[in-house]
């Protein structure tokens, strides 16, 4: 196995430039940190280019090189530089995109400018638990297949399908192209526990600090409100979405 001990190597070139998103989006591909992850990932069928492994952590015997189909080692500065953790796992693979081709609405998250790569992470992996079965990304929402919000979402991103760099109009026709109504998230909405969600829909989530485009509320079937003691002033917004989505699966039941 080769070990690669300068910065200016071309193949270690080209994966620092995924830790960029329009590198990422260039490139058509995206890093995964982590025996785990990658797991996930070939699990849903993405193609895995290579896997680097840590040459310090191999010396420790912290990695297997049998693990993966390992083509070359990063001397452990190299490595903790591309994975940009100070500790990382000791492996970070190098994989492909692939299109989504989302069946029609169902229960689709819409993420409009989330733009915490946490936050939406965290969200894509509720989502996912919550038997929701598809994401839609407004322009100027994080990344969803950043490291961390591949970290936050634990896998998650590779298991729904996406749509991203949509805007706020293409995602109001797709809902309605569907038969999905359009609930949108914000305070001073409907009840929650006054909802009912059977049947198709798309929850739009907005901005942490903004809220929803004002495009969404005014097209909204129903703007949804969670109910707060006085003193509260809101939710993290993942939270807030994680209450929304899992009321609509107690809701659903069977159904999801």
Known sequence: MKTVTSKDNPVLKAARKLRTRKGREDAGAFLVPGQKLIREALGAGYVVERVFINAGALERGEACPGEYPCEIALEEKLFIELAGTVTPQPYIAVVKRHGDEPSPCRRALVLDRVGDPGNAGAMV?????????????????????????????????????LREGLEAEECIDLAAESGAKLFVLSSGGKDLYDMEFFGAFALVIGNEGAGPQ?????????????????KAESL????AAAV??????RQGGKDI
């Not at 004002?214 to 006085?230: E, N, S, Y």
């Not at 929304?244 to 699966?249: D, F, K, L, S, T």
Request: hydrophobic share 55%; with cysteine; proline share 5%.
């Open 125 to 161: 992996r509720t989502a996912l638990a919550a038997g929701m079965d598809q994401v839609w990304c407004v322009k100027g929402t994080a990344d969803l297949f950043s490291d961390k919000a591949i970290r936050s979402s634990a896998g998650a991103v590779f298991h729904l399908p």
């Open 214 to 230: 004002d495009k969404f509320l005014a097209a909204a079937d129903t703007v949804v409100g969670i109910p707060m003691a006085p």
């Open 236 to 239: 993290n917004a993942a939270a």
């Open 244 to 249: 929304v989505m899992y009321e609509a699966r």
